[in-house]
């Protein structure tokens, strides 16, 4: 009975994204109080519910979720679809029409769509975010088209929760990493939202008129505005090149008399000693020798790490 009651409310809103707890509890026959306790089941089990309290408010599930990849198979999935046709033809039903309609819809989405634009091909998803991440942003991407206001659940850096109505107008891409252009109604002001850090993604129904910004002046120096620059001058073997190539660009990087030698200027700092560590025995710094010591300090540190847990 309780997995029934928790597997109808998950569909329910699949099919409906909103719904309030005294509908849920009418439909199923319990207690607005065990409602309350099955959806915190489903949050606990990872499904991403919005519970908004008061006027206007509600139970919502936010339009980046869908159903798990491997929640059906491919053949489960069509013979799913093709019982409840057969079911539709026989017996007419608005609740049969809403699951078949439902599960092809789960069927469309449930390829990574690559594309964002006819020209540009784009693989949007993360290592093994099971297309999560797609989604997000498929949802951002359509937004922005349709100039509709979405309700976000936002994380910054130093972990702290917000949620805020946003009017998505530009979908940037820096540095390997996705980032949305909106005016946020908080901060009555545009502002750069990380879409990783984005936790959920909701359509409110309303619709927005772009305000007027120049592209040619947005802010996208934002990741290291403050960071000091460092000029880095690196000894690069032929099995780093393509690697140091791709990260600072083929024209920096040039044959002299000493080999390969890759030169540029960069942000300093963590960013760029992960980065010199990741490249591993395949460079060598040559200059600043600040820097080298840093790499140093950090290799000895890693290898101090492994030393004691191999004693």
Sequence with gaps: MKFQVMLRILFRLLRSRKVSAAALAKENGVSERSIRRYLEELIVCGVPLD????????????????????????????????????????????AVRSAMEKLQMHSKTGSRDLSL?????????????????????????????????????????????????????????????????AWCRT???????????MRSARDTGERFEK??????HLPLQFHFENAQLTEIRLLVTQKALPDVEEWLGMDNVREEKDGLIA?????????????????????????????????????????????????
């Excluded at 869908?66 to 039903?93: H, I």
């Excluded at 949007?124 to 088209?145: I, N, P």
């Excluded at 130093?158 to 009017?167: F, H, L, T």
């Excluded at 290898?303 to 004693?311: A, G, I, N, V």
């Design 211 to 216: 305000r007027p910004f120049d592209k040619a």
């Design 51 to 94: 519970i908004i309290r008061g006027r206007g408010g509600g139970i919502y599930l936010p339009d980046t979720y869908r159903l798990p990849e491997n929640f059906l198979t491919q053949e489960e999935l069509a013979a799913a679809v093709n019982a409840l046709g057969a079911l539709s033809e026989q017996l007419p039903s608005e």
């Design 187 to 197: 901060r009555e002001d545009f502002r750069l939202f990380r879409v990783g850090r």
């Design 263 to 311: 030169t540029a200027t960069v942000p300093a700092g963590d960013v760029l000693l992960s980065r010199l560590l990741s490249l591993g025995d395949g460079i060598r710094i040559l200059s600043p020798a600040s820097l080298a010591e840093q790499v140093r300090e950090r290799a000895r540190n890693i290898f101090s790490l492994y030393q004691e847990e191999k004693e």
């Design 117 to 181: 634009s006819g020209n540009i091909l784009v693989d949007s998803g993360t290592w093994g975010d099971a297309y999560g991440f797609s989604d997000k942003l498929r949802v951002l991407e359509e937004a922005t088209e349709n100039c509709a206001c979405l309700d976000i659940q936002y994380i910054d850096r130093s972990g702290n929760a917000s949620r805020r109505v946003i009017e998505p107008h530009l979908l940037v891409y820096k540095q390997n990493i996705w980032y949305v252009y």
